[in-house]
């Protein structure tokens, strides 16, 4: 008689630019009660596309892209090792 989330194990993510530069499971943290994934982004300008495209029998599917800009460091902005 009450609402639980629905946790599942094979959900995947995708970073897109035209072609999946990554893509990754997306794990359920049972502290923070959240999927969370962390990768480190290519080394390329350009507009990405973070992409969940989950389809399971029975279940609403679920389609979503959110667009961020990717911009590398200049070659002053690096950390210095001195």
Known sequence: NKWVPYVA?????????????IRMGL???????????????PDRHGVFQFK????KP???FLNLATKVPV???KHNEYERYL
């Open 52 to 55: 969940i495209n989950y389809r």
């Open 9 to 21: 194990n094979d959900i995947q993510l995708e970073f897109v630019m035209l072609d999946p530069y």
């Open 27 to 41: 794990p359920y943290s049972q502290n923070n009660k959240k999927y969370i994934a962390e990768f480190r982004a």
């Open 58 to 60: 029975g279940y609403t």
């Open 71 to 73: 911009r590398p460091f």
